[in-house]
């Protein structure tokens, strides 16, 4: 139930159910901040070209925008915590397989193989952990609790990426492979250990119809919310533009300015500093200035920044500005996870989930193939000066939808039923 007046609350970090799930996903994002440095880095090693980064981004992710179009049908209709944790072993298994196969040399075409599942894998992840929220906290907590998730697992990133550049450096990429499969197994034993409250909002409606039926019910409930609808349409747009900027960036930093993997570590691991920061400002960003104001801004932020980064001419400056427009980015994400959470029924949040992610990546795999051929054709700092240009236009676009009206919908919480945990 939600508190009432004056009736105290106690701290999430207290709620032992919340705070177990906690440590379990922060473990698992800290492994994930290995892959996230170590996997461009096995291409770059094995082929020097940004090309096929981007090639191999794209492929992953349009095998994740292809699980995103069901997942959510299976978030809505079995039990959410088993889908999470049979998603985490199916990765641990996968990722294993790398560093066994690179005992040989370098195996560039089981990444095209593995990467692909393990990103279908982690769609249904994702989908499943953006619903779960609902089933740990109340829905006036939602923001808040997002937003203490989404800090430590960028707080994780900051070391993540430190160690990984020096593991890689010295072991080999593959090796920071092997630690983010291991870092699944952390997850799943975090999961197992928990149980989430239950779904009370017509929660056996998902099971009355078909698949195709159940993905449509989602999807028209997204697009018939004005502003979801808005938010689907430019972050479409956004991550078509920006699918492939860590890519370009890696190679940016090895090749345009002459950085070891040790550097590249180093700049996604303190860059990450700001999904911290924007993980901490966005609920009270939230409460003082409403959801338009949150969301088009760190939009707009992002866009200068990335234009920025191609400007730069050192690694401070680029690791600086990195951190700029990952704060922005964490902002806008966060804001936008929070909103559809607040006001999606829970039978129907995973469809929701599904289908706006389903839309929102569909353009990704593209627009990562693209940047990356771009950056090796016209270089670095033509792609971030045409990216940075269409976010900050992503950004103006906004203020002329419902996003720009857009309030803060925790401020008026409806009450929840009393959850039974199951």
């Known amino acids: 139930m939600i508190p009432g007046p004056g009736t105290a609350r106690r701290s999430l970090w207290k709620d032992r159910t919340f705070s177990t799930y906690w440590v379990a996903q922060s473990l698992s994002a800290a492994g994930d901040a290995f892959a996230y440095l170590a996997v461009p880095l096995l291409i770059l090693h094995a082929t020097g070209s940004v090309a096929q980064m981007g090639l191999l981004t794209a492929v992953a992710g349009a095998a994740s925008v292809g699980a995103g179009v069901f997942g959510g049908v299976l978030v809505d209709r079995y039990d959410r915590r088993t889908l999470m944790i049979a998603a985490d072993l199916t990765r641990l298994v996968l990722y294993s397989l790398i560093p066994l196969a690179w005992l040989a040399g370098p195996q560039v075409w089981l990444l095209f193989v593995v990467l692909p599942i393990c990103e279908a894998a982690g769609m249904i992840f994702q989908i499943a952990a953006v619903a779960a929220v609902r089933n740990l906290v109340d829905r006036d907590r939602i923001t808040e609790a997002n937003g203490r998730l989404q800090a430590t697992y960028a707080a994780t990133a900051v070391v993540g990426p430190l160690l990984a550049g020096v593991v890689s450096a010295r072991f080999g990429p593959s090796a920071a492979v092997a630690v983010n499969a291991a870092s699944f197994a952390l997850s799943a034993v975090g999961l197992g250990l928990i149980r989430f409250r239950s779904r009370v909002e017509g929660a056996d409606a998902a099971r009355r119809e078909g698949p195709v039926a159940e993905f ?12 979801l609808r808005a938010l689907t349409v430019l ?3 956004f991550i078509f533009l920006t699918y492939g900027f860590t890519d370009v960036l890696v190679y940016h930093v090895k090749h345009g ?6 550097t590249v570590g180093t700049v996604l691991g303190l860059a990450a500093l700001g999904t911290v920061a924007g993980a901490l400002l966005v609920a009270p960003l939230r409460r003082r200035r409403g959801f338009g104001v949150a969301w088009i801004g760190a939009l707009l932020v992002s866009g200068l920044a990335i234009v920025g980064v191609g400007l730069a001419g050192t690694v401070p400056v680029v690791t600086a500005l990195t951190a700029v427009y990952l704060c922005g980015v964490s902002v806008g994400g966060i804001s936008s996870m929070s909103l559809r959470q607040e006001i999606t029924p829970d039978h129907l949040l995973g469809r929701v989930t599904s289908a706006f992610w389903s839309t929102h990546y569909s353009l990704g795999p593209a627009g990562a193939a693209l940047l990356t051929w771009a ?13 940075g240009i269409g976010c900050v236009l992503i ?3 906004g203020l002329f939808t419902p996003i720009r009206r857009a309030g ?14 199951t």
């Open 395 to 397: 950004a103006v676009a």
């Open 408 to 421: 803060t919908p925790q401020a008026v919480p409806r009450a929840e039923p009393a959850a039974v945990a």
């Open 235 to 237: 972050l479409s747009v």
């Open 257 to 262: 300015l002459g950085g070891t993997d040790g």
């Open 375 to 387: 950056a090796g054709r016209f270089g670095v700092l033509a792609v971030t000066l045409v990216t």
């Open 216 to 227: 449509l019910a989602g999807a028209r409930f997204l697009w018939r919310e004005p502003v």
